[in-house]
Every structure is written in structure tokens, then in C-alpha cells.
């Protein structure tokens, strides 16, 4: 882990949002299936959009 990921680690924000149930049978599944947290499906969801939306 770089320098960069480490101080985005440790400035983490709690917060909270409504999901349809769908879209948290989603989350979870897609969690399970990478074997990462909930929470890393979306900050990975939120920068691949980012990313496609070509921003930075």
C-alpha cells in the first residue's frame, strides 16, 4: 500500500445511504464473489464510473 492509499485509508468518512433491496442483493453478491467488503464494492463502483465519466 502506497502513501497515497494509506491517508485515503485513514480519512475515511462513515456514512450512510437507502439502497432498493435489489441493489443490496447486488452489493452483497458482488462482495461474496470478489471477497471483498460492501464497502469496497463501492468505492470501486464509484471510481470505475469516475473513470468513464473521464473524472478526476
Do not use: C, D, F, Y
Not at 22 to 51: C, P
Request: overall charge positive; proline content about 2%; charged content about 25%.
Amino acid at each position: 500500500m502506497n502513501t497515497s492509499q494509506k491517508k485515503q485509508t485513514s480519512q475515511k468518512k462513515q456514512t450512510s445511504l437507502r439502497l432498493t433491496p435489489e441493489a443490496k442483493r447486488l452489493v452483497e453478491a458482488l462482495a461474496a464473489h470478489l471477497g471483498v467488503a460492501q464497502s469496497a464494492i463501492w468505492e470501486m463502483a464509484i471510481r470505475q464510473m469516475a473513470h468513464k465519466e473521464k473524472i478526476k
